[in-house]
């Protein structure tokens, strides 16, 4: 039997937590003074560890200055999680997606920038605790494009690069994926652009969660 392994991101790409992380961070940049970075700039900085996107997001400030709107942006985060109302919700057929690629013997792992606690929150709103063998967040190691968290995840699974796809929306994940040796597929609704995906080494984009199920299959046939 073919060995065959996904490394999913989490925001815009299983989840889609854009309105609540640019209200986070729009949040942050005005307690601290500055104008709102809005969904645009933010975007560009989504799967980076938070140090390296506020430099992104606020060059003209000193450090002590991003490291307050960095504590800022995890308040506002973290008091967003305690509403009872609070909710990020799968991409419809996400869950579908991972249930079935289970089924076929795929073996899934999560490579974020998010925090630990982050991560851990979103995989038991979800109910995902138990479907990925891996996961690895900012917390662990160097950021995206760093290769760190897909080579650990190859680690604890026991995976080649030519038995592991990973996907996510934007070029950040694209660049990890191809640093670490294993082929990138992008999805498209999340923070990311086609255009950007392509370029940073993307094999293909997708457009749907059963365009990406179809990508995935059919690129398995190739192993």
């Known amino acids: 039997m073919t060995f065959r392994f996904a490394v999913f991101d989490i925001d815009g790409t299983l989840v889609d937590s854009r309105a609540i992380i640019t209200a ?4 942050a940049f005005i307690g601290a003074g500055l104008p709102p970075p809005g969904f645009e700039r933010t975007r560009r900085v989504i799967g980076l560890s938070l140090a390296p996107g506020l430099a992104y997001l606020a060059p003209q400030a000193d450090e002590a200055l991003r490291n307050r709107i960095l504590e800022s942006y995890r308040t506002a985060f973290f008091e967003m999680r305690q509403d ?11 869950d579908a997606l991972l249930r079935s690629l289970l089924a076929d013997n795929w073996v899934l792992g999560i490579a974020t920038g998010k925090s630990r606690r982050g991560l851990d929150a979103m995989l038991e709103q979800h109910a995902w605790g138990d479907l990925f063998q891996a996961h690895f967040c900012a917390d662990d190691g160097p950021g995206k494009p760093h290769p760190h968290m897909v080579l650990e ?24 994926a191809i640093a670490a040796g294993t082929t990138a597929i992008g999805v498209s609704w999340g923070f990311g652009t086609t255009e950007e995906m392509l370029a940073a080494g993307a094999v293909r984009v997708t457009h749907q969660m059963g ?4 990508a995935l299959k059919s690129h398995e046939l190739s192993l």
């Open 24 to 27: 986070c961070m729009d949040k």
């Open 84 to 94: 009872p109302t609070f909710h990020s919700p799968a991409y419809d057929g996400a």
């Open 153 to 176: 995840n190859m680690r604890v699974v026991g995976a080649q690069p030519d038995q592991t796809l990973v996907i996510g929306d934007s070029e950040h994940d694209m660049a990890m």
């Open 211 to 214: 365009e990406l199920e179809e």
